[in-house]
T-cell receptor
Framework: AQSVTQPDIHITVSEGASLELRCNYS??????LFWYVQSPGQGLQLLLK??????LVQGIKGFEAEFKRSQSSFNLRKPSVHWSDAAEYFC???????????FGTGTRLTIIP | DTEVTQTPKHLVMGMTNKKSLKCEQH?????MYWYKQKAKKPPELMFV???????INESVPSRFSPECPNSSLLNLHLHALQPEDSALYLC??????????????????FGAGTRLSVL
C-alpha cells in the first residue's frame, strides 16, 4: 500500500526567504506524486505533479519539486516566499490505474514579515 | 479551464433533515470523487465514480448516498446525519484511468468545497 509522510506539521518562514517542504513516500513501483495547496476554507489547488521523466518539475506560483527515488522524497521548494503563500500544503501519491490518492497529513506554512 | 463547481458553499442542517450537495464539471472528465475533510486533517476519500458507475465506496455510512446522473454532475445526498459529520466536503474530477501508451493522468482537480454543519 502507498503512504506519504510530511514530517513538518508547521513551518514559519520570513517573507522573501527560501522554502523547502518535505515529503517522503512509500510505494513499491514508480509513484505519481503531487503537491496541492489549500487556503483556509478553500478547496485544494494543484501546484505541480510528477509522473516520469525530468526529476525536477516546475509548478505554478514559482514552486518546484524534485523527485529523488533513492531517498523516496518529493520535496517542494520556492526560492522566495510571498505572504500569499501562507496556506496548508499537502503532498499526495497515486499509482498507475488507481484512482486513489493518498495524502500526507499536511504542512501549515506561516509567513512572517 | 480546470473548474469544479460545488454548491452550496455552506450548509447547516439538523439531524433529521435531508439535503444534497452538488458538484459539476465541464472538462469532459469521466471520474468524479467525494472527499470529507475535517479541520487540520487531509482529505479522506469517500466515493469514486468512473464512467457514471460507482467504483469505490470507502465503507461510508449509508446516511451518505452518492449519485452520478451524468458525466458532468455528481451529487451527495445526506439524510439523518450526526454532528460528527460536520466537515468540509470536497468534490474532485479527473480524466479516466490511464490507458496504455499514455500518461493520461489521474490528476484530480478539486472544487472549493461545501462547509457542512450538522446541529
Amino acid at each position: 500500500a502507498q503512504s506519504v509522510t510530511q514530517p513538518d506539521i508547521h513551518i514559519t518562514v520570513s517573507e522573501g526567504a527560501s522554502l523547502e517542504l518535505r515529503c517522503n513516500y512509500s510505494y513499491g513501483a514508480t509513484p505519481y506524486l503531487f503537491w496541492y495547496v489549500q487556503s483556509p476554507g478553500q478547496g485544494l489547488q494543484l501546484l505541480l505533479k510528477y509522473f516520469s521523466g525530468d526529476t525536477l518539475v516546475q509548478g505554478i506560483k514559482g514552486f518546484e519539486a524534485e523527485f529523488k527515488r533513492s531517498q523516496s522524497s518529493f520535496n517542494l521548494r520556492k526560492p522566495s516566499v510571498h505572504w500569499s503563500d501562507a496556506a496548508e500544503y499537502f503532498c499526495a501519491v497515486g499509482a498507475f490505474g488507481n484512482e486513489k490518492l493518498t495524502f500526507g497529513t499536511g504542512t501549515r506554512l506561516t509567513i512572517i514579515p | 479551464d480546470t473548474e469544479v463547481t460545488q454548491t452550496p458553499k455552506h450548509l447547516v442542517m439538523g439531524m433529521t433533515n435531508k439535503k444534497s450537495l452538488k458538484c459539476e464539471q465541464h472538462m469532459g472528465h469521466r471520474a468524479m470523487y467525494w472527499y470529507k475533510q475535517k479541520a487540520k486533517k487531509p482529505p479522506e476519500l469517500m466515493f469514486v465514480y468512473s464512467y457514471e458507475k460507482l467504483s469505490i465506496n470507502e465503507s461510508v455510512p449509508s446516511r451518505f448516498s452518492p449519485e452520478c446522473p451524468n458525466s458532468s454532475l455528481l451529487n451527495l445526498h445526506l439524510h439523518a446525519l450526526q454532528p460528527e459529520d460536520s466537515a468540509l466536503y470536497l468534490c474532485a474530477s479527473s480524466q479516466d484511468r490511464e490507458t496504455s501508451g499514455t500518461l493520461a493522468k489521474n490528476i484530480q482537480y478539486f472544487g472549493a468545497g461545501t462547509r457542512l454543519s450538522v446541529l
